[in-house]
């Protein structure tokens, strides 16, 4: 059998049509979902391998998606370092990590010890998607996106505190950054070595720099990570929302595939990319909130700045919002399949 449309597309090889997953597909969206976060908390299910290989192939089953992706969360590693992580819904630090005692504190976890559960989930996840041909990406968070967190203690608008922290100390940032790279790095290899097919690296507050900022503080970082992933094979996909004024920076991140948020037209994206880097995207997630003919416009509209060229998968500029209604999803789907063959 040839391989997954996805893979393909992710390589630039020519497909039949456009491959398309979703960003946060398995979600509370979904009424199945829903009842199984009734009966377990968050964590518990990402650590349990039975309910994670179940959420992760519940839109799969639905809507027949081109990839699944792993069920987890980019906080999901650093628990491991000894971070005491709560989600409401986003993560919550206990203890944020603020001095130099606190980063000598974070342990680099051996996944196959600490991780097991990913592990293992990832290899039931491909026993089950085999027989369906459809291909398992994993994921973790990048270096600047994590540190902002942890720093910060949880979500933020302009997460002041890392950056403060970068420029009041920073060495002790880049001490921070080291060990969350190198956790990711051993996480990431484990994954693959598990059956994952593709990485995608989530650096989604990386937009919030300024380009010089975004080379000092992002880019050694990410670039080691797809450095240490090279001789694995399998396509890196990098992943930064609002970062338009970056994309021409993501050339030689390597990155295989850049994955666009919706506020840059893909054929700006590509222009900046260069010939050689596939690019997913990129509809804007509330766009799936509206009538079904701004739906179905709209992603007229990315399919054509996508071109025909190969190199292209089919997403949302970021995650799918819980609010979407399943029949836009549906029909989604549906076009892209009968627009793109
Ligand atoms: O895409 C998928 O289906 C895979 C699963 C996945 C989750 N989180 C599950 C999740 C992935 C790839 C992530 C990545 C992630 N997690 C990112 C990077 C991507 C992005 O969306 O920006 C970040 C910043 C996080 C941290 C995080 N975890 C946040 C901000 C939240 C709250 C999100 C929200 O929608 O309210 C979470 C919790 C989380 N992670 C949920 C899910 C399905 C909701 C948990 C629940 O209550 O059921």
Redesign the pocket.
């Known amino acids: 059998m040839a391989d997954p449309l996805f893979l393909r597309a992710c390589r630039r090889e020519p497909v039949e049509r456009t491959p398309v997953w ?7 969206y979904l009424p199945e ?2 009842a199984v ?1 009734e009966r377990v908390d ?1 964590l518990t ?2 650590r349990t391998p039975e309910l994670v290989t179940e959420v ?1 192939l519940q ?1 799969i089953d639905r809507f027949g998606f081109d990839a699944a ?7 999901v590693p650093v628990t491991a370092m000894g971070v005491d992580v709560a ?1 409401a ?3 919550m630090i206990a203890a944020p990590i603020r001095d130099r005692r606190a980063v000598d504190a974070l342990r680099v976890p051996d996944p196959d010890e600490a991780l097991g559960f990913v592990g293992e989930s990832i290899r039931m996840l491909r026993a089950a998607l085999e027989p369906r041909g459809v291909p398992l990406i994993g ?1 973790g ?1 990048a270096p600047f ?1 994590l540190a902002c ?1 942890l720093v910060e203690g949880q ?1 933020s608008r302009h997460f002041t505190a890392f950056r403060t922290l970068a420029s009041d100390d920073p060495a002790l940032a880049r001490v921070l950054l080291d060990r969350l790279a190198e956790t990711m790095i051993a996480a990431l290899r484990a994954q693959v070595a598990a059956g994952a097919q593709a990485i ?1 690296l ?1 650096d ?2 990386a937009g919030l720099l300024g380009a010089t900022d975004w080379e000092t503080w992002s880019r050694p970082w990410v670039e080691r990570i797809f450095a240490a992933l090279a001789d694995l094979g399998v396509p890196r996909i990098y ?1 930064a ?1 609002g970062a338009g004024h970056l994309t021409p920076r993501f050339r030689d991140l390597g990155a295989d595939v850049v994955s666009v948020d919706w506020r840059t037209p893909l054929d700006e994206a590509r222009a900046a990319l260069g010939p050689e880097i596939a690019v997913q995207g990129n509809l804007d997630p509330v766009t799936l909130l509206g009538w079904w003919k701004t739906v179905r416009d709209r992603t007229d509209e990315v399919l054509a700045a996508a071109g025909g060229a190969p190199g292209h998968v089919f997403n949302l500029g ?5 609010a979407t209604p399943i029949e836009n999803v549906e029909r989604l789907v549906a076009h892209v399949r009968e627009a793109t063959s």
């Open positions: 979703l960003m946060r597909q398995a979600g509370r979902y829903r976060r968050f299910l990402c992760t839109p992706i792993l069920f987890s969360d980019i906080f989600f819904p986003g993560p994921f968070g996106t967190y979500g995608q989530f989604t507050w992943f929302s970021h995650g799918i919002l819980p």
